[in-house]
Every structure is written in C-alpha cells, then in structure tokens.
C-alpha cells in the first residue's frame, strides 16, 4: 500500500501525517508513506482541500480528520 499526504508543509498537513504514520504503525499496517509538497503534483490529485490523504493513488480523504477516519480508510482499501 502506498499512502500519501499530500499538503504544503502547514502545521495541519504534519499532524495528518504524524498520524497517519502512527495508525498505520499500531495496526501493523504494510505502507510506504510519503508527503508530498510539490504543488504541480498535489494538483494533479485535483483537491481544493489540503492536507488530503490519498490511498493507492486514490484520494481517500480531505482535510483534517481523526485517527479514527484514518484507520477506516487505510483498512478498507480496495
């Protein structure tokens, strides 16, 4: 599974990724997360919202949103 976070590097996009990586390390979750910044690259996702979280090339998710929301998404991936 690929994971991305895909934000510009505000406080808001760190804490989805700080938790995002701690969901995916409490569930033994098998991910490559990567935080994307490039502004070209997030664009091409098309999201008005930032951070968005995007799970195998598919947005899962925009804007904040708890651990719980987390989990759900990463677990029920397609």
Same mark, same amino acid.
Request: proline fraction near 1%; include cysteine; charged fraction near 30%.
């Given at each position: 599974?690929? #994971?991305?976070?895909?934000?510009? +590097? /505000?406080?808001? /996009?760190?804490?989805?990724?700080?938790?995002?990586?701690?969901?995916?390390?409490?569930? +033994?979750?098998n991910a490559e997360? #990567?935080?994307?910044?490039?502004?070209?690259?997030?664009?091409?996702?098309?999201?008005?919202?930032?951070?968005?979280?995007?799970?195998?090339?598919?947005?899962?998710?925009? +804007?904040?949103?708890?651990?719980?929301e987390i989990k759900?998404?990463?677990?029920?991936?397609?």
């Amino acid at each position: 599974m690929v #994971i991305k976070i895909l934000g510009t +590097g /505000c406080s808001k /996009c760190k804490a989805l990724y700080a938790a995002v990586e701690k969901v995916v390390k409490e569930n +033994g979750i098998n991910a490559e997360l #990567i935080k994307e910044e490039d502004l070209e690259k997030i664009m091409s996702y098309h999201v008005m919202t930032l951070p968005a979280l995007v799970v195998n090339e598919k947005v899962v998710a925009r +804007g904040v949103i708890s651990e719980s929301e987390i989990k759900k998404a990463l677990t029920t991936v397609e």
